[in-house]
């Protein structure tokens, strides 16, 4: 089984500075990683994804995220945040497997706060 | 494509009713599931589907049904509602599992 961990509920920073929403994963097989961003009464929308090669992920929004397999982490970060960054953060697993079932495992997410 | 949408966007229920919601999705994905979100504790899978005629049980469960007759739907259904429902529920979808688009929600409150 995979479990995932955010170890940040919250998060305040203020705009145009830098921002790390940390995310650490333990899995007995392979997984693929993703983050999910949340804003107020929406769904959830694919910021970024690892599924293989470079370990240094960019996405949308100016966001990134980098795979470290040996701390078994997947940090988001983004040099300079926006008021409109504010929203709930969502790292996730996948197995890898052959077949088209991907269930995801989430964290308990990160809630970012952009201040002015 | 309208993606994937769920209905109704919220509900209220006295405890022992039952209800249905719905999920649908236009984009032919052979991979549909249903979460629900609750605070401090992020998503979790209740149900999934890989086609038609096929689901299977995700982590919790527990008082709900699905069924999966056609690619498009994916109704969830609630049999007997209990306030440890009240809750956010999402359906996604996704057609090789790498990338799932989700839906705007069902804010359940079970009273």
């Known amino acids: 089984a995979q479990s995932v961990t955010q170890l940040d509920s919250q998060v305040p920073v203020f705009e145009e500075a830098p921002v790390e929403l940390r995310c650490n994963y333990s899995s007995s097989v392979s997984v693929y990683l993703f983050w999910y961003v949340q804003y107020p009464n929406q769904g959830l929308q694919l910021l970024l994804k690892y599924l293989s090669g470079s370990t240094l992920v960019k996405g949308i929004n100016g966001f990134e995220a980098e795979f470290n397999k040996s701390q078994t982490s997947f940090h988001l970060r983004k040099p300079s945040v926006h008021i409109s960054d504010t929203a709930e953060y969502f790292c996730a697993v996948s197995k890898i497997s052959s077949g088209s079932a991907r269930q995801l495992t989430f964290g308990s997410g990160t809630q970012l706060t952009v201040l002015p | 494509n309208a993606g994937v949408t769920q209905t109704p966007k919220f509900q209220v229920l006295k405890t022992g009713q039952s209800m249905t919601l719905q999920c649908a999705q236009d984009m032919n994905h052979e991979y549909m599931s249903w979460y629900r979100q609750d605070p401090g504790m992020g998503l979790r899978l209740i149900h999934y589907?890989?086609?038609?005629?096929?689901?299977d049980q995700g982590e919790v469960p527990n008082g709900y049904n699905v069924s999966r007759s056609t690619t498009e739907d994916f109704p969830l259904r609630l049999l007997s509602a209990a306030p440890s429902q009240t809750s956010v529920y999402f359906c996604?979808?996704?057609?090789?599992?790498?990338?799932?688009?989700f839906g705007p929600g069902t804010r359940l409150t079970v009273l």
């Open positions: 589907s890989v086609g038609a005629g096929i689901t």
């Open positions: 996604a979808s996704s057609w090789g599992g790498n990338e799932q688009f």
